[in-house]
């Protein structure tokens, strides 16, 4: 199925203007959750910030008007506490739709152990790729998500676990950062969730461990320069609760996720991609369930008009192009969005 979605989105938002940097100075994550303008203004003790988006928005689908409105998209706040050198803490509470889901979406304490270690807990922003680390509107040119971070991973994919991330630095512009945790993973919704099949979203938000075995997901990324990096994500761990005080009731079905992930900026172009894929158990008995998914997303933009606007000296315009897919299941022809 193939839609086309023009929109006008207007963002009410904060932007901090920042210029190349050395690899220690620049933050883990570019728009990740603790790369907020609020952060790095000046002054200390705890802070308080956050965005919103109102669309106008002309939607069509298959050749047929579905939607013509303003949308009260998104209402997001934010708080950040430095309790001290080594402990501070994060957390994310939005609201969609006009307040019809409320959504804690991180609210984690780092606690540095050493500058290359920094152990997290709490509601973590899972690594699955740099998108869903940095999927604010604000962070980004475009205020609809790639479908494949939608329909495939479920972002926002926030998950309770602890873990530790941290970076290392091989020059004075290179980086190799890395995070790793243990969650709560997906449940069984990933199979038995929606009616129209696999659909990996729907077994998200997995508060407490369905199967009292931890999921593992981690994230490597690379920086050879300040405008330039490749990750490789993977999510891995079981779905389903196949055993009962030691009495094996079922198969165990696990789901993996892996990711690649690429950003670069070359002549006044900026670029972005990802590639996933996703092996499902499913069970043999039930053949209308995919056992294999897959997606991707490619973009391309270019500000231009810099100071078009002489009331705001800072002010530029981007011509952006994205380009995305996902495939239900990649063992059959036809189930799939572009």
Do not use: C
């Not at 512009?173 to 729907?202: K, M």
């Not at 300040?226 to 891995?236: F, N």
């Amino acid at each position: 199925m193939t839609s086309w979605r023009p929109a006008l989105n207007a963002i009410l938002l904060g932007t901090l203007l920042t210029s190349a940097v050395s690899a220690q100075d620049r933050p883990l994550v570019s728009g990740g959750i603790t790369d907020k303008p609020f952060i790095h203004a000046t002054g200390g003790g705890t802070r308080i910030g956050g965005y919103m988006e109102t669309h106008f928005r002309w939607e069509r689908e298959a050749g047929f008007s579905e939607e013509l409105t303003f949308e009260a998209k998104r209402f997001n706040l934010f708080t950040y506490a430095p309790i001290s050198d080594r402990l501070r803490m994060v957390a994310e509470l939005e609201f969609e739709e006009g307040g019809e889901e409320i959504v804690i979406e991180a609210a984690l304490m780092d606690f540095e152990l050493h500058p290359a270690a920094t152990f997290r807990m709490g509601i973590l922003l899972a690594p699955l790729g740099r998108f869903n680390l940095a999927h604010d509107s604000p962070a980004n040119e475009l205020t609809d998500r790639p479908l494949m971070s939608t329909d495939l991973i479920g972002t926002a994919l926030s998950e309770v676990g602890m873990g530790f991330h941290g970076a290392f630095y091989p020059t004075k512009d290179a980086r190799v950062s890395y995070e790793i945790y243990a969650v709560n993973g997906y449940d069984d919704g990933v199979l038995l969730g929606d009616a129209d099949g696999t659909r990996i979203p729907a077994g998200k938000a997995n508060q407490e461990d369905n199967n009292r075995r931890p999921s593992w997901v981690g994230r490597i990324g690379a920086s050879p320069t300040p405008t330039t990096e490749i990750g490789l994500s993977l999510h891995t761990g079981p779905i389903n609760d196949w055993e009962i005080e030691g009495l094996k009731v079922d198969e165990r079905q696990d789901l993996t996720i892996w990711l690649i992930d690429a950003q670069g900026s070359w002549f006044g172009f900026n670029a972005e991609a990802e590639f996933a894929g996703a092996s499902i158990d499913a069970p043999s008995t039930q053949p209308l369930l995919a056992s294999s998914q897959s997606g991707y997303y490619a973009q391309l933009s270019r500000p231009f008009g810099s100071g078009l606007i002489s009331a705001i000296p800072t002010s530029s315009f981007t011509a952006v192009a994205r380009l995305g897919n996902v495939d239900f299941d990649t063992d059959t022809d036809g189930d799939h969005q572009t």
